[in-house]
C-alpha cells in the first residue's frame, strides 16, 4: 500500500475536524444535544481509529500514534469504574436522605441570608473538594443546590460558578481529582503538598472571589415555593442507576477523545511557551484534562510552564460540559444543555483566564 502524501498532516486534519465536531455539535444539532454521551463516545472511537488507521497505512512504529489494543481496551473500561461507583454509592445515599438534607439546608436558612448560603456553598466545596474529591463535591452541590429550590436560570448560574469553583480546588492535592493525582505521582513525583504550595496562592483566592460573585447571581426573594427541580423531580432507583450509566460513558468517551488526540499534543503542543501553553490548554473545556496534564507535563519542566500549563487547564475546565467531572455530573443530573452551560460557562471563563493571565506574567505573581 503506497503511502499517503504527509501522512502527519493527514492525521492532524482529520483530529482538527473531529475536535471541532465535539466543540460545534452540541450546540447546532438538537439530536446530538440530547444524546451527549453517545455522541462523545463515537467521535472518541473515532479519533482512536483515525490514529490507528494512519498507523497501520504508515507501517511505522511510532509509539506517540495509539492504537487499537487490549490495554487501551482495558483503560476505558475500568478508568470510569470508580466515578461511576461513586456516583452510584451517592446518588442512592441522596435519594433515601433527600427529606433529611432539606430539613438541614431550610434550618440553616432560617438563621442565615441566602446569599452567604451560597456563598458558603462555593467556597466550602470548592476547598473541601481537594479532600472529598470533586466527585463527591458534585454530588453535594446537586442537592444542596436542589433543596434551595432556586429558579432554573438562577440554578444553572449557581452551579457552573461551583463547578468551576471545585474544578480549582480538587487540584490542591493529588487527593481531589486524577489530574493532580497524575502529575504528582507519575509526572512530577513531588511530596503531597506541592500543588497546594505552588498552585495554592492562584487557586485559593480565585475559589473565594467565585464564592462573591455567585451572591451577585442569587436574589433575596429567590426561592420559588414549592416547585420541584429537575434533580428531584420523579427521580426513582432506575434514575440512579441510569445517571450513573451515563457518567461511565460520558467518561469512557473522555479517555477515548483524550487518548485519541494525544499525536495533537505531542507533536503541537507540548513543547510551546509557558504563555501559549495556558491559552491552547483552553481545548480542557472539551478534552479530559488529566490525560492533557499527562501529555504535558514532565518532571525537569520550569515552575513558569508547570503553573501555565495546570492553571490554563483547570480554568478551562469550567467552560463547558465536557470539561470537567464535576460539569458532567451536575449537568445530567440537573439536566442542564450544552448551550445552557455555555451561555455563562463561555464568558465566566474568558474572563478568568485573561485575569489569570495578568497574575501569572504581567504582575508574575508566584508560589512557594
Known sequence: MELPPNPDMMLSGGLFVIFLIVLLGPFLIKK?????????FIMGILAISLDHFLLKVTGAANEILPKWNFLLVEKALVDPVEITMAVLIAGLLFHYGR?????????????????????????????????????IAALLLVELVSALKLNRKTEINLVIIACFAIGLGAALTPVGEPLSTIVIKTKLQENFWYLFNQL???????????????????????????????????????DVGVRAFKVYIFVMALV????????IIEWYIKDLSAQILYWVNTVSAILDNATLASAEITKGMTVDRIDAALMGLLIA???????????????????ITSKEWARLGLPLGAAIMIIYYIVLFVLRIKGV
Open 99 to 135: 427529606g433529611s438534607l432539606k430539613s438541614f439546608t431550610d434550618s440553616i436558612l432560617a438563621k442565615v441570608p441566602l446569599k452567604v448560603f451560597v456563598f458558603l456553598i462555593v467556597v466550602v466545596l470548592g476547598l473541601l473538594s481537594s479532600v472529598i474529591t470533586a466527585i
Open 256 to 263: 477515548f477523545l483524550g487518548i485519541g488526540f494525544t499525536p
Open 317 to 335: 475546565g469550567g467552560m463547558l460540559i465536557p470539561g470537567n467531572i464535576p460539569n458532567i455530573i451536575s449537568a445530567n443530573k440537573l439536566g
Open 32 to 40: 446530538i444535544e440530547h444524546n451527549l454521551e453517545a455522541f462523545l
Open 200 to 238: 495554592g496562592i492562584y487557586i485559593i483566592p480565585g475559589v473565594l472571589a467565585l464564592g462573591i460573585l455567585s451572591m451577585f447571581f442569587v436574589g433575596q426573594k429567590e426561592k420559588a415555593k414549592d416547585t420541584l427541580t429537575a434533580a428531584e423531580e420523579k427521580e426513582t432507583l432506575k
